[in-house]
């Protein structure tokens, strides 16, 4: 009943855009603080941002930090995740994650099933 469900992964080029969403359902959303955390072949689980339960408050890794921009909808119960100038480090399955998640915890909160993102040249 509880469901993350990200979506917006795709394959694109260096120094593109992609817009992340999570669709949250079955608990209280608006109650927790929100992440992104991706996983790459080379880098493992890797926190990504978090988000305050009511959106005021941001962290980023330094990583993607400037190019990347997590918000919410509490009404709608979406998490977004703005990433620009995207580089092919950046490429690995993103999820959505209840949560600060500034160390990654697999079996921690919620999680979803994760969509993909693929930058290639």
């Known amino acids: 009943q509880v469901q993350l469900v990200e979506s917006g992964g795709d394959l694109v080029q260096p120094g593109g855009s992609l817009r992340l969403s999570c669709v949250a359902s079955g608990f209280e959303f608006r109650a927790h603080p929100m992440s992104w955390v991706r996983q790459t072949p080379g880098q493992g689980l890797e926190w990504v941002s978090l988000?305050?339960?009511?959106?005021?408050?941001?962290e980023y890794a330094d990583s993607v930090k400037g190019r990347f921009t997590a918000s919410r909808n509490n009404a709608e119960k979406i998490l977004y995740l703005q990433m620009n100038s995207l580089a092919t480090e950046d490429t690995g399955i993103y999820y959505c994650?209840?949560?600060?998640?500034?160390?990654?915890?697999?079996?921690?909160?919620?999680w979803g099933r994760g969509t993909q993102v693929t930058v290639s040249s």
């Open positions: 994650a209840t949560g600060g998640q500034r160390t990654p915890v697999r079996g921690a909160g919620y």
């Open positions: 988000i305050s339960s009511d959106g005021t408050y941001t």
